[in-house]
Nanobody, 124 residues
Framework: VQLQASGGGLVQAGGSLRLSCAASGRSFRTNVMGWFRQAPGKEREFVAAISSTGHLKHYSDPVKGRFTISRDNARNTVYVRMDSLKPEDTATYYC??????????????????WGQGTLVTVSS
């Protein structure tokens, strides 16, 4: 599976962005997909994850209620809609996926594939 993230950019605090991640590979529809982010000088952190059917969604506490993850299996694409953005959301956002089942979804070790990252900058 190859992952190509896009949609990052510069936005003012309170604004919105939608990130997209296009996946190639025949196993997309059976994979959990997710997003992580990494701010300068900080560790990579979990943002959101979505089950293969799209019925189960997980969010980190800092983004819960502001971000919405979704997927379109017909387009092999996963999205994250980010609303009410804050300066602390500034980070490089990475799309992730995995090929074998695991119990968790919130650790970097829960995923096998990583996209190249797209930068989101929120100005105050």
């Amino acid at each position: 599976v190859q992952l190509q993230a896009s949609g990052g950019g510069l936005v003012q605090a309170g604004g919105s962005l939608r990130l997209s991640c296009a996946a190639s590979g025949r196993s997309f529809r059976t994979n959990v997909m997710g997003w992580f982010r990494q701010a300068p000088g900080k560790e990579r952190e979990f943002v959101a994850a979505i089950s293969s059917t799209g019925h189960l969604k997980h969010y980190s506490d800092p983004v819960k209620g502001r971000f919405t993850i979704s997927r379109d299996n017909a387009r092999n694409t996963v999205y994250v809609r980010m609303d009410s953005l804050k300066p602390e959301d500034t980070a490089t956002y990475y799309c992730v996926s995995r090929y074998r089942p695991r119990a968790g979804v919130r650790s970097v070790d829960d995923y096998d594939y990583w996209g190249q990252g797209t930068l989101v900058t929120v100005s105050s």
